[in-house]
């Protein structure tokens, strides 16, 4: 099966790696994650198996990330948007454009996805009530 974008593995570790040092000098990210992530390396290596299995449909990542990001407690719905824009930062500066805006696509889909149901800082719910 081809890939679902194709990106190189190493493009893939690098875009990781990158946004990661991006996320731990962010004045909100940084403490979210360093929170929960006491083993750089090893966050990262896994990170990179969760991009391979979506980009190049690798069947290598074993995780929960919709539970992982519920359960943390300090992960909030309006962290997304400026996850999502480190990324796209980090996406535009490794990967050439027309992949870069792939990946950031599905990079949003999936953001979308993780972010339903987490509080804001308020505690709410990002859910809509619709009764």
Known sequence: MPPRIPVTPEQIARVVSAFYGDVRAHPA????????VTDWPSHEDKIVRFWRNALLLER??????????AVAGNVHHDHFPVWLSLFDA???????????EAWSTLAH???RGLSYGLPSPSGKSSVPKLS
């Open 90 to 100: 980090v996406l535009a500066r490794e990967v050439p454009q027309p992949y870069a």
């Open 29 to 36: 990210l940084g403490p979210v994650f360093a929170a929960h």
């Open 60 to 69: 290598t990542y074993e995780g929960n990330p919709m539970r992982v990001h």
């Open 109 to 111: 889909r999936i953001g």
